[in-house]
């Protein structure tokens, strides 16, 4: 199965050496990438590159600018992979979200880095939690607070963070549903009065 589908690709491209019908198409169109050429004379475009190396043939630089806007056509906008809905513009977008989304955490963590170059807050090495001797790290249990930290092993460290995630998530849902929701199940949810 596999053998027929290769001799069926080398069938479809051209072998051997190029007409002279086949260098003028070149010629006429270096304007145009080497894979578009390839495509419109049915070679592979590796025949192409070795034809205009081995004509010492060169593209000039109107020829350059157009085969990049040629190249660079095939990715503008929503067929680039990178396309972010028109915000792609500004390079600064995203950073400036995060900051305005985490200042708080930004602002804490930088105060806790100053605290520790400043020997405020002396790093022990060993787990409030687990008690175990190592590398450790600090953890904000409130952002709000943020020399109130707790100095945890790395494990320990994403336990809490997952902690304070949920957390945060159940407080989100009493402000959206009411004071009415727990997240125990229990007492009444938004869709029991329906």
Do not use: W
């Amino acid at each position: 199965m596999i053998q027929t589908n290769i001799s069926q690709l080398q069938l479809q491209l051209i072998t051997g050496p190029m007409s002279q019908e086949e260098k003028e198409i070149i010629i006429a169109n270096l304007d145009k990438t080497n894979g578009v050429i390839a495509s419109m004379l049915n070679r592979s475009e590796g025949s192409i590159r070795k034809f205009l190396f081995k004509n010492r043939i060169t593209r000039t630089p109107e020829q350059v600018t157009a085969t990049k806007f040629f190249a660079g056509s095939k990715m503008r906008g929503t067929n680039n992979g990178n396309y972010k809905h028109g915000e792609g513009n500004n390079p600064y977008y995203y950073k400036r979200k995060h900051a305005f989304k985490n200042r708080l955490k930004d602002r804490a963590r930088n105060m806790v880095y100053k605290a520790k170059r400043a020997g405020i807050l002396i790093q022990n090495n060993i787990c409030e939690l687990c008690k175990a001797e190592g590398p450790t790290e600090f953890h904000h249990t409130d952002y709000s607070e943020p020399l109130q930290v707790q100095e945890l092993c790395s494990s320990c460290h994403q336990i809490a963070d997952v902690e304070r995630q949920l957390q945060e998530q159940e407080e989100k849902f009493e402000r959206i549903f009411g004071e009415n929701f727990e997240s125990n199940g229990q007492g009444n949810s938004p869709g029991d009065n329906i």
